[in-house]
């Protein structure tokens, strides 16, 4: 499988690519991609694996955790004063 590569990030933007292509909406895309490089983030920053053929249940599990405990619903958005996590939904 010469040049093909199982990066997270690499993958996340031939999703988005992919789902341009399918006519998805830039808000649909700009979601879906957001919330992989969130995930691609916490990988890197929590010292784990990030190709998806090394990424088990297990870092799945630690990062919906992280979700779940560690990040607040309006993050990021100044005007917006809201110190909820986020919902079951999210």
């Known amino acids: 499988m010469s040049g093909f590569s199982l990066d997270l990030v690499r993958l996340t933007e031939s999703y988005a690519l ?3 292509t399918e006519g998805k909406s830039t808000k649909t895309i700009t979601w879906y991609t957001a919330n992989l490089k969130r995930f691609s983030l916490f990988l890197s920053d929590n010292n784990l694996p990030d190709s998806v ?3 088990s249940k297990d870092e799945a599990r630690r990062f919906i955790s992280y979700l779940q405990n560690g990040v607040k619903r309006w993050e990021g958005n100044s005007f917006i004063r809201d110190d909820k996590g ?3 939904y999210s």
């Open 53 to 55: 053929d090394k990424i």
């Open 18 to 20: 992919c789902l341009g």
């Open 86 to 88: 986020l919902s079951a």
